[in-house]
């Protein structure tokens, strides 16, 4: 596709049970950024990828969550033993480097509901 | 990270111009002036940015002052569409070093645009 795509665009889960995001960034973006957001708040950085590597993961608010990036490509949010307070929307971002001379293209969101 | 300091909400009329202020006094001689916007229920998109000298592009112009310690997004004329809560980001341009690449999101302004 043209854009950044996230999915499912919709998540609801138990407390205490695992969730997997999904982001796919516009093809031949290098620099991969995740966010979340939480309701009626700004966005809060998590992690940034530059290829597969994670040079800056200092957004990550616990253990509980991580994230990886395979072929340079796709990236998987991971959140384990979800708590309530992780209901946020998280959105994906890539962009064709990671310097400060361009721009970053975001996904629509995975809106996550922990009930 | 240098701060911004934005309004926390705007308001103004369709087809009127509309500037958004953005105070940066601790801006440094690297740091690029990004903007971005968030429409309801979106991901943030890019808007423009700049260094020193004003900046024009199809969406907004930018104007930047003379000492950098704040900046100015115009949009020209208003619509509806416009509506959304807009972000001013400093951006360190010393080059590709750890946690230079991550856009930090404040609160924004939330413009509104009366018909």
Redesign the interface.
Known sequence: GAG?SQSPSNKVTEKGKDVELRCDPISGHT?L?W?RQSLGQ????LI?F?GNSA??K??LPSDRFSAERTGGSVSTLTIQRTQQEDSAVY?C?SSSQ????T???????TRLTVV | DAKTTQPNSMESNEEEPVHLPCNHSTISGTDYIHWYRQLPSQGPEYVIHGLTSNVNNRMASLAIAEDRKSSTLILHRATLRDAAVYYCILRDGRGIIQGAQKLVFGQGTRLTINP
């Open positions: 950044v620099a950024y966010y700004g966005l809060e950085f940034y530059q040079p800056d200092s957004g959105l971002a990671g310097g400060f001379h721009e970053a293209f975001f996904g629509q969101g």
